[in-house]
T-cell receptor, first 115, second 116 residues
Framework: KQEVTQIPAALSVPEGENLVLNCSFTDSAIYNLQWFRQDPGKGLTSLLLIQSSQREQTSGRLNASLDKSSGRSTLYIAASQPGDSATYLC??????????????FGRGTQLTVWP | NAGVTQTPKFQVLKTGQSMTLQCAQDMNHEYMSWYRQDPGMGLRLIHYSVGAGITDQGEVPNGYNVSRSTTEDFPLRLLSAAPSQTSVYFCASSYRAGGLTFYGYTFGSGTRLTVV
C-alpha cells in the first residue's frame, strides 16, 4: 500500500522567504503526482501536476520536482506571501491494474506565512 | 461554472438515518471518486468509478453505497448513519486523454456531515 509522508508537518515563516516542502512515497510505481493546496474549511485546489516521465513543473512562484526512482517530490515556493497560508498536499497516483489513477494522501504540510 | 458541485454543504443526521450526498460534474470526466477527511488524517478513498455503470470500493467503503448511472453524477448513499461517519466528504473527478492517460483531479468544495 502506498504511504505518503510530508515533512515538515507544519511551517511558520515570515513573508518573503523561499520555502521547501518535502514529500516522500513508498511505491515508486506511480502514474503522476499532483500538488494541491487546501484552505481551512475549503476543498482542494490543484497547483501542479507532474507526469511520471517529467522531472519538474513550474507555475508562477511554484516549482515542483519529482524523483520517481527515489520516491520523492519537492515543492518550492519562492518569495512567500501571507496568501500562501494553507495546507499543502502531495498526491501520487497509482499506475497499474484496478487501482489505476487512484490518489494517495498524506497528512500534508500546514503553512503559515505572516506579514 | 464548470467544475464539481457537491450538495448539501452541511448536514446533520441522527444515528440510523439515511441520506444521499450529491456530486455532479459538467466536464465529461470519466473518473469520479469519493473521499472522506477526518482531523489528523489524510483523505481516504471510499468508492470510485471509472465510467458510467462501473464502480468499485476504495479504502473505507463500509456503510456507503454508490452508483453511476450517468457520466455526470456520482451520488454517495449512507445507509444507516453512525457517529463514526461524521466527517467532511469530498467528491473528485478526472479524465483520460487517449488510452489510459489520466490527468489532474478536480475536487468539489465538500460536504460537512455531522451524525449525532
Amino acid at each position: 500500500k502506498q504511504e505518503v509522508t510530508q515533512i515538515p508537518a507544519a511551517l511558520s515563516v515570515p513573508e518573503g522567504e523561499n520555502l521547501v516542502l518535502n514529500c516522500s512515497f513508498t511505491d515508486s510505481a506511480i502514474y503522476n503526482l499532483q500538488w494541491f493546496r487546501q484552505d481551512p474549511g475549503k476543498g482542494l485546489t490543484s497547483l501542479l501536476l507532474i507526469q511520471s516521465s517529467q522531472r519538474e513543473q513550474t507555475s508562477g512562484r511554484l516549482n515542483a520536482s519529482l524523483d520517481k526512482s527515489s520516491g520523492r517530490s519537492t515543492l518550492y515556493i519562492a518569495a512567500s506571501q501571507p496568501g500562501d497560508s494553507a495546507t499543502y498536499l502531495c498526491t501520487p497516483s497509482a499506475d497499474r491494474g484496478s487501482t489505476l489513477g487512484r490518489l494517495y494522501f498524506g497528512r500534508g504540510t500546514q503553512l503559515t506565512v505572516w506579514p | 461554472n464548470a467544475g464539481v458541485t457537491q450538495t448539501p454543504k452541511f448536514q446533520v443526521l441522527k444515528t440510523g438515518q439515511s441520506m444521499t450526498l450529491q456530486c455532479a460534474q459538467d466536464m465529461n470526466h470519466e473518473y469520479m471518486s469519493w473521499y472522506r477527511q477526518d482531523p489528523g488524517m489524510g483523505l481516504r478513498l471510499i468508492h470510485y468509478s471509472v465510467g458510467a455503470g462501473i464502480t468499485d470500493q476504495g479504502e473505507v467503503p463500509n456503510g456507503y453505497n454508490v452508483s453511476r448511472s450517468t457520466t455526470e453524477d456520482f451520488p454517495l448513499r449512507l445507509l444507516s448513519a453512525a457517529p463514526s461517519q461524521t466527517s467532511v466528504y469530498f467528491c473528485a473527478s478526472s479524465y483520460r486523454a487517449g488510452g489510459l492517460t489520466f490527468y489532474g483531479y478536480t475536487f468539489g468544495s465538500g460536504t460537512r456531515l455531522t451524525v449525532v
